[in-house]
């Protein structure tokens, strides 16, 4: 798989890449540290590092990992931290061809803490959980290791999967494989590249936790292209503000309740709005009277994405097609499909929607309208992203 515009170096790159880790965001980190170097990588909580520094730090930590904690004995790995510590942990977890599984670290007092395997290794902020009798380690232990030597590493047969949790309407804990990664899931990855337009010298604002199916996604972007990835989740609407200005920001990545509270706080203040090229709204129910005032502000720039837990991103509306059909989140991207449950063939129809993605078929409890190949939810989503 090669991106619009990529090389035939970059190509290669990422092919050997691939041929040694497999379709996996190992690969995408490798292919990263070898084209784009000490270009700057990833900016999270004031942390920042290369993409050379970023392979490193996971090689080194993933060294640590298997002789220590893990005891070169193989079992999964969950990740609930915030920080750097968050990325790093995933890298070494996949670069060891292990499953992991990252979480808030709320979710480790709420009914998602059921999906923890009894025996993963679970790397955590704060105090330790009482009820997890399997090996444990701090985030800031994981820090602390980026510097030690993870040279001698060798490859591993096994490939690494991303096992996110999800919760239904009813109460019930279910576990699916992230749906950006694998042959599939990078093809979805690709498309999603080809409609935002995301470039090596792109800043990306990542509003969403890097734990989340947005923030990853974004996160196997910035690998693929060299952009650099800001993460900016939890934060207040004005300092995500005062980062837009000042590390240049271009792609802003936010949910539409996070976009309000931006141009909320440019109506509060009174400031002239930052400039921006693209911006990508994900997580919630759309609402078009939000897109026209992004558009009444910056213009058609704006895009709208909808996907599963399962199945990753499914489907984007480019801003040519927001211009005209502003409640919508666009067509299918490639490898993807959706349409109403029950309903035959391609027409128009209204009522439960169903998806298909990388990994899986799935019904999901949102409603919905397909119209000439456009998919318009018409129901608030049944459980929103609500992270701020």
Avoid: K, N
Avoid at 109 to 121: F, M, N
Avoid at 373 to 380: D, M, V
């Amino acid at each position: 798989m090669a991106l619009r515009g990529m090389s035939p170096t970059e190509a290669r790159s990422l092919w050997r890449s691939v041929r040694a880790h497999g379709f996996t965001i190992t690969a995408l980190a490798r292919h990263a540290a070898t084209v784009h170097g000490e270009r700057p990588g990833v900016v999270v909580d004031g942390w920042s590092a290369t993409y050379c520094e970023l392979w490193r730090a996971a090689e080194a930590v993933a060294a640590v990992l298997y002789l220590e904690p893990l005891g070169r004995r193989p079992r999964p790995i969950v990740i609930a931290c915030d920080g750097p510590a968050m990325p790093i942990s995933l890298l070494a977890a996949s670069r060891l061809g292990l499953d992991v599984m990252p979480l808030s670290p709320r979710s480790l007092g709420d009914d998602l803490a059921r999906a923890v395997p009894r025996e993963a290794l679970l790397v955590h902020d704060g105090e330790r959980p009482a009820w997890h009798r399997g090996p444990a380690v701090p985030a800031e232990r994981i820090l602390e290791w980026c510097a030690t030597d993870g040279a001698r590493l060798g490859r591993t047969r096994r490939r690494a999967r991303i096992v996110l949790p999800s919760i239904t309407s009813s109460g019930t804990v279910t576990t699916h494989v992230q749906g950006a990664m694998g042959v599939q899931g990078l093809r979805q990855l690709a498309g999603l590249h080809d409609r935002l337009g995301v470039v090596g010298t792109d800043v990306v604002l990542a509003c969403a936790p890097l734990h989340r199916g947005t923030g990853l996604q974004l996160l196997g972007m910035a690998l693929l292209t060299g952009a650099r990835l800001v993460s900016a989740a939890h934060t207040p609407a004005a300092e995500r503000l005062a980062i837009i200005r000042d590390r240049f920001v271009s792609v802003l990545s936010a949910s539409p309740s996070q976009l309000a509270a931006i141009l909320d706080e440019l109506d509060r203040t009174g400031e002239e709005p930052p400039r921006l090229r693209r911006i990508l709204l994900a997580g919630q129910d759309l609402d078009a009277d939000l897109v026209r005032r992004v558009q009444d502000t910056w213009g058609p720039i704006v895009l709208s994405a909808y996907g599963t837990v399962q199945t990753g991103t499914v489907a984007v509306a480019t801003p040519e097609v927001l211009a005209s059909h502003p409640g919508t989140v666009g067509h299918p991207l490639p490898g993807t499909d959706f349409g109403i449950v029950g309903h035959r063939g391609r027409g128009d129809a209204r009522g439960l929607l169903w998806v298909r993605g990388a990994h899986a078929t799935v019904i999901t409890e949102d409603s919905a309208r397909v119209h000439e190949g456009r998919l318009t939810l018409t129901g608030a989503l049944t459980r929103p992203d609500r992270a701020e």
